[in-house]
């Protein structure tokens, strides 16, 4: 059964960092995406940054230059490292994984997304 499980929220004040961590286990495909969403209160949840088996990434706008994914596949940990912070960037930050692996443009459809973590809470004042 595929879990995933995030760490690595807080609190900190703009143009802080932080990393978040998601561990990844149970996957048995060859291929497959872990993504970071967020969803701020009454909002929808947006893409923040998606990384697949090959290491190709792609990043939302809002967070270009800002933001990096990577993975760790000894450990099976994605981490996304979170610079120049801003309070628009609080939100309750989620890790979602599938075995789909579509175009890059796709990569933020939620209905890709089969697995899911509980979340962790980013909060940036300001």
């Known amino acids: 059964q595929v879990q995933l499980v995030e760490s690595g929220g807080g609190s900190v004040q703009a143009g802080g960092s932080l990393r978040l961590a998601c561990s990844v286990s149970?996957?048995?495909?060859?291929?497959?995406?872990v993504a970071w969403f967020r969803q701020a209160p009454g909002k929808e949840r947006e893409g923040v940054a998606t990384i697949d088996t090959d290491g190709l990434t792609n990043y939302g706008d809002s967070v270009k230059e800002r933001f990096m994914i990577s993975k760790d596949d000894e450990k099976n940990i994605v981490y996304l490292q979170m610079d120049s912070l801003k309070p628009e960037d609080t939100a309750m930050y989620y890790c979602?994984?599938?075995?789909?692996?579509?175009?890059?443009?796709?990569?933020?459809?939620?209905?890709?997304?089969?697995?899911w973590g509980q979340g962790t809470q980013v909060t940036v004042s300001s």
């Open positions: 149970g996957y048995t495909y060859s291929r497959y995406i």
């Open positions: 979602g994984g599938t075995q789909f692996v579509p175009p890059p443009r796709n990569r933020f459809r939620l209905e890709f997304y089969k697995y």
